[in-house]
């Protein structure tokens, strides 16, 4: 490729939800309400996504590349989905999504050095 | 909810989402709960996002800090956070909307009720210079003559006298309400005819007078729009005419001064002196004021007109009718007995919006104490109280629009109920449609109420400002006085509303069970309509003979009787008599008694008793002696201490001998009083038009269909109308009563749902606060009985001050309701008993159960949670 690649940190800080949706993609490619089941599967938080707020994110995801529209894998899906849009990770997506998580552990070191994971783990124990 | 986002996003992902909407409502499953949270998330959800999408933030420059952004984007921030934070809570937000819906919409509903029939101007040309003219005169066409000349005040008058018009020769003979009127009718009120002319001069010469003017409706749903409707004549009988020539067709959406009339024709008048006028009563005569001229001017005039006609014709007008002359603004004569009622159930409602608006504000006060410490901590960490306050303000502000418009949707269906349900005698509220003032208003004040108590609890939280830590402790003390205050009003309102509807049903209940004289029940009742005219007076007697018989001759009926004006049913006849042994003074005026023509039979099918002497029978013909009976007031009035059998009577010249007495019975309907009364049997007083009674087996209105039949084999041009049963009439004649009982009854409904669920509202919330308190009570002994009882004794306690403060407000607010009364004491003892206890037994139940839940404690767990 002569095209020179977009920088994976020109795109952090990530919003989490947006974080979260190419997270559901790491293990291949879901339709919106598999996304929805994932995230909030692995959240816990019982927070609800809604459509308008997931679309809008991934529409901003489409936009910068991060995300691609996919047809769904063959025989893998019942009919009924088959008129559901699939979205796939791009391979710019896995590398913010990496590049993310990075800044968010490096984050998430200094905390813990100051003691304030601490608390936290003794209250959720 | 989806085009609210852009185009080009809809285009895309409308679908994607809709088919995850569709998942989510699977994952919901039956429960409404679940479902009804789900939509509203979801809308807000939609909301959020539109506004996100079009009016996107300014990218941040990374690394710059958040600069205050401009006031439009800080608004619309405020807007997505209080959406997000109201679609967490559905329940609060469903409660606080419903509840304002349902005071906005009552209002609105109600207030544009009154504005149609009391505010809005007649549909007039310059409405505030047309008014009635003397209104207790039956004037005949001399004396409206003479009055209107000697009045320079009214420009012009104009007669009016109703007559019912049969139309035969267009399909089924039928009968048409219309009226006959001056020829410059039209002119005085402004108006023109849309197609053809106006009546003339010329028209009101007699014998010239066969022409009419048809209403729109009349002309497109009996004559089919025909376009060539001006010029012909159509065979329309009553008074003078037996056919007359259409001139004229009125403008689609004109208002007759009552909206009965369907045609008009002129009233002709011979131009007699007064000592020679023998013509027909003119019912009613209206005028328009001269330019500059005002209402009491004319009444002036008027008075003085009646006097002089006093003074020179003492026999046609006597010294109280004279004395009764006034001219009245048209509308404000129209409406004068439905002011006292709409005004009464306005303050109805407005009650209705008050308690609704204390309710929500109670809410909010809770909402608002329960995110207390959230807002002391923002506070602390440097938010201004005016950015708090904001936020918490377009909070309320939505709420408060969001009730407004489900008010608006609710007002809609609550005017197009009142304008089916109107019972006679309300027209002008049957033309009520939504009334833009009354919308704001209603908006406006509940808006104000909500943002008031939406923001409080901010300012309040601000100001205690780093203390944030303590703010999250008792905060019952300022709170509960607040909120505590607001129940006593609430509980005191719906009090009064109670009360009142309580009054009202009593006096329906009333209505209901007063003996009216006669049996309604299985009666079935309608006009048989002949023409005046079709008929000599003397060939009527025998027709009719053919008709009773061949309506008794249909299976099912059991007997058949005819008058001529229905009781309870508007319209009468009263005379003026001369009775035997009581000569009347000269000069002072004769006697009156009601006047009714009747088959010998009538008393029988209605069940009216004789108490003296016999009933008509069919000797009694025209050839025979003539003959009347008298009701017992009468019979008490005229002869108190004789046998009034065998007395004679005059009236009009003729005179005839009592042959019986009968029961009094409620002619002019339950609430006016009996007034002396004669019968004629029909053979010596035949008229036109009748009224059959049918006494039936089994349902009436079951019936009415072959009965029909039976008399068209006979007389196929005799019109039927008004086909009721006695029941029936009976109703419509307690319809106002039933109506407005059962408005104000749901409003006090409202009231102590809204009052049960403000007690609740505190008493919950004030346990709530005090669970500490109980739970280290216990832990030391107390049992739970005891803290039962004081979690009780305090939800009641502004409940119990709410009654007192409602009973001292109801024994004054209750006089508004006087004149509706019927039989019934403005301070009747037991409604003000009995009203009072339901009250606090439903505060009571609205208390048992935070009270019991409180009861419920564990104190470890409690404790536990400090």
């Given at each position: 490729m002569t095209r020179r690649n977009p920088d994976p940190r020109d795109f952090l800080p990530l919003n989490p939800l947006e974080f979260r949706i190419l997270l559901a993609l790491r293990d291949?490619?879901?339709?919106?309400?598999?996304?929805?089941k994932d995230v909030e599967g692995r959240a816990g938080d019982g927070e609800k996504i809604f459509p308008a707020n997931l679309y809008r994110r991934i529409?901003?995801?489409?936009?910068?590349?991060?995300?691609?529209?996919?047809?769904?894998?063959?025989?893998?899906?019942?009919?009924?989905?088959?008129?559901?849009?699939?979205?796939?990770?791009?391979?710019?997506?896995?590398?913010?999504?990496?590049?993310?998580?990075?800044?968010?552990?490096?984050?998430?070191?200094?905390?813990?050095?100051?003691?304030?994971?601490?608390d936290a783990r003794e209250s959720t124990s | 909810m989806l085009y609210l986002l852009p185009v080009d996003f809809r285009a895309r992902f409308g679908d994607e989402m809709a088919l995850l909407f569709a998942d989510r409502r699977r994952e919901a499953g039956r429960s409404w709960r679940r479902r009804a949270a789900l939509w509203a998330r979801a809308a807000a959800d939609i909301v959020n996002h539109s506004l996100a999408e079009r009016f996107p933030h300014r990218p941040r420059k990374t690394g710059s800090p958040r600069r205050a952004s401009s006031m439009m984007e800080r608004l619309l921030t405020d807007i997505r956070h209080a959406l997000r934070s109201l679609a967490k809570t559905p329940g609060f937000t469903a409660a606080a909307m419903l509840t304002l819906a349902l005071g906005i919409g009552a209002n609105v509903a109600i207030f544009s009720a009154i504005d149609s029939a009391l505010l809005q101007p007649l549909p007039y040309a310059q409405p505030d210079r047309l008014v009635r003219?003397?209104?207790?005169?039956?004037?005949?066409?001399?004396?409206?003559?003479?009055?209107?000349?000697?009045?320079?005040?009214?420009?012009?008058?104009?007669?009016?006298?109703?007559?019912?018009?049969?139309?035969?020769?267009?399909?089924?003979?039928?009968?048409?309400?219309?009226?006959?009127?001056?020829?410059?009718?039209?002119?005085?009120?402004?108006?023109?005819?849309?197609?053809?002319?106006?009546?003339?001069?010329?028209?009101?010469?007699?014998?010239?007078?066969?022409?009419?003017?048809?209403?729109?409706?009349?002309?497109?749903?009996?004559?089919?729009?025909?376009p060539d409707i001006i010029g012909r004549r159509i065979q329309l009988a009553a008074g003078d005419y037996q056919t007359r020539r259409v001139i004229g067709v009125m403008p689609r959406g004109f208002?007759?001064?009552?909206?009965?009339?369907?045609?008009?024709?002129?009233?002709?008048?011979?131009?007699?002196?007064?000592?020679?006028?023998?013509?027909?009563?003119?019912?009613?005569?209206?005028?328009?004021?001269?330019?500059?001229?005002?209402?009491?001017?004319?009444?002036?005039?008027?008075?003085?007109?009646?006097?002089?006609?006093?003074?020179e014709w003492p026999e046609r007008i006597d010294d109280e009718m004279a004395r009764s002359a006034t001219v009245e603004g048209l509308q404000a004569y129209e409406v004068r007995d439905l002011g006292a009622t709409l005004w009464t159930l306005f303050a109805a409602v407005a009650a209705v919006l008050l308690i609704a608006c204390a309710n929500v504000a109670n809410l909010l006060l809770a909402r608002g104490n329960g995110r207390r410490?959230?807002?002391?901590?923002?506070?602390?960490?440097?938010?201004?109280?005016?950015?708090?306050?904001?936020?918490?303000?377009?909070?309320?502000?939505?709420?408060?629009?969001?009730?407004?418009?489900?008010?608006?949707?609710?007002?809609?269906?609550?005017?197009?109920?009142?304008?089916?349900?109107?019972?006679?005698?309300?027209?002008?509220?049957?033309?009520?449609?939504?009334?833009?003032?009354?919308?704001?208003?209603?908006?406006?004040?509940?808006?104000?109420?909500?943002?008031?108590?939406?923001?409080?609890?901010?300012?309040?939280?601000?100001?205690?400002?780093?203390?944030?830590?303590?703010?999250?402790?008792?905060?019952?003390?300022?709170?509960?006085?607040?909120?505590?205050?607001?129940?006593?009003?609430?509980?005191?309102?719906?009090?009064?509303?109670?009360?009142?509807?309580?009054?009202?049903?009593?006096?329906?209940?009333?209505?209901?069970?007063?003996?009216?004289?006669?049996?309604?029940?299985?009666?079935?009742?309608?006009?048989?309509?002949?023409?005046?005219?079709?008929?000599?007076?003397?060939?009527?007697?025998?027709?009719?003979?053919?008709?009773?018989?061949?309506?008794?001759?249909?299976?099912?009926?059991?007997?058949?009787?005819?008058?001529?004006?229905?009781?309870?049913?508007?319209?009468?006849?009263?005379?003026?008599?001369?009775?035997?042994?009581?000569?009347?003074?000269?000069?002072?005026?004769?006697?009156?008694?009601?006047?009714?023509?009747?088959?010998?039979?009538?008393?029988?099918?209605?069940?009216?008793?004789?108490?003296?002497?016999?009933?008509?029978?069919?000797?009694?013909?025209?050839a025979a002696e003539p003959v009347g009976m008298i009701n017992e007031t009468m019979a008490r009035a005229v002869w108190p201490d004789a046998d009034p059998i065998g007395k004679h009577l005059r009236v009009f010249g003729q005179e005839f001998t009592?042959?019986?007495?009968?029961?009094?019975?409620?002619?002019?309907?339950?609430?006016?009083?009996?007034?002396?009364?004669?019968?004629?049997?029909?053979?010596?007083?035949?008229?036109?038009?009748?009224?059959?009674?049918?006494?039936t087996a089994g349902d009436p209105m079951a019936l009415a269909p072959s009965v029909q039949r039976a008399i068209w084999d006979f007389d196929p041009d005799a019109p039927l109308a008004q086909v009721r049963s006695m029941d029936e009439v009976f109703g419509e004649s307690v319809a106002s009563d039933r109506f407005v009982s059962l408005l104000i009854s749901a409003f006090a409904a409202l009231a102590l749902v809204l009052g049960a669920v403000g007690v609740y509202g505190v008493t919950a919330y004030a346990t709530g606060a005090r669970l500490r308190e109980f739970g280290v009570r216990m832990a030391i002994g107390a049992d739970s009985s005891r803290v039962l009882r004081h979690a009780l004794f305090d939800g009641l306690k502004p409940a119990v001050l709410g009654v007192a403060l409602g009973l001292a407000g109801a024994w004054w607010a209750t006089r508004l309701l006087g004149e509706l009364l019927y039989d019934v004491s403005v301070y009747d003892a037991a409604t003000f008993i009995v009203v009072p206890a339901v009250l606090i037994a439903v505060a009571v139940l609205a208390c048992a159960l935070p009270a019991w839940r409180a009861s419920r404690l564990d104190p470890v767990i409690v404790l536990r949670q400090e």
């Open positions: 291949g490619c879901r339709h919106g309400y598999a996304i929805v529409r901003n995801l489409l936009a910068a590349g991060l995300l691609a529209e996919t047809e769904p894998p063959r025989g893998a899906v019942p009919d009924d989905d088959r008129r559901r849009k699939f979205f796939r990770l791009t391979p710019l997506g896995l590398e913010v999504a990496r590049a993310e998580a990075g800044r968010l552990a490096e984050l998430l070191s200094e905390a813990r050095d100051k003691d304030l994971l601490a | 003219v003397w209104p207790q005169m039956n004037f005949n066409k001399a004396l409206a003559r003479g009055v209107a000349e000697a009045s320079p005040a009214l420009q012009s008058v104009s007669g009016m006298s109703g007559w019912l018009f049969t139309l035969t020769g267009e399909g089924d003979p039928r009968q048409i309400s219309g009226v006959l009127v001056s020829w410059n009718h039209f002119e005085l009120l402004g108006v023109r005819p849309a197609m053809g002319r106006n009546f003339t001069a010329e028209d009101a010469i007699p014998g010239q007078a066969d022409v009419v003017i048809l209403s729109y409706g009349l002309w497109v749903n009996v004559f089919g729009g025909d208002q007759a001064t009552d909206p009965g009339f369907r045609l008009w024709s002129p009233l002709d008048d011979p131009g007699l002196p007064l000592r020679d006028d023998t013509s027909w009563y003119v019912n009613i005569v209206i005028g328009r004021l001269a330019e500059g001229a005002t209402v009491e001017q004319a009444s002036a005039q008027v008075r003085v007109a009646a006097e002089a006609l006093h003074n410490h959230d807002l002391a901590v923002r506070a602390a960490l440097g938010a201004t109280r005016a950015r708090l306050a904001a936020q918490l303000l377009t909070e309320g502000t939505i709420i408060g629009l969001g009730g407004g418009l489900c008010g608006v949707v609710l007002a809609w269906l609550g005017v197009r109920a009142l304008a089916r349900t109107i019972p006679e005698g309300f027209d002008r509220v049957a033309e009520a449609s939504i009334d833009p003032t009354a919308l704001a208003f209603a908006t406006a004040a509940s808006l104000a109420a909500v943002v008031l108590f939406a923001v409080l609890p901010a300012w309040r939280a601000a100001a205690s400002g780093s203390g944030a830590a303590a703010a999250t402790r008792s905060v019952a003390g300022s709170h509960g006085r607040l909120s505590g205050a607001l129940v006593v009003a609430e509980v005191a309102l719906s009090l009064i509303l109670v009360i009142g509807a309580g009054l009202m049903l009593r006096s329906l209940w009333n209505l209901y069970r007063e003996d009216v004289g006669f049996d309604p029940h299985g009666v079935l009742s309608f006009r048989i309509a002949i023409p005046e005219g079709r008929f000599e007076n003397a060939a009527l007697p025998a027709h009719y003979a053919q008709i009773w018989e061949a309506i008794a001759a249909v299976p099912g009926v059991e007997q058949v009787g005819g008058i001529h004006l229905l009781p309870m049913s508007g319209g009468n006849w009263s005379f003026p008599y001369a009775a035997e042994g009581h000569p009347v003074p000269e000069g002072s005026p004769p006697s009156y008694a009601n006047h009714r023509v009747v088959t010998p039979s009538y008393f029988a099918t209605l069940g009216i008793p004789v108490r003296r002497g016999r009933a008509f029978d069919d000797s009694d013909t025209a009592v042959v019986g007495v009968v029961a009094d019975i409620h002619q002019h309907g339950v609430r006016s009083d009996v007034r002396q009364e004669m019968y004629r049997p029909y053979d010596q007083w035949p008229t036109a038009g009748m009224f059959a009674l049918i006494r």
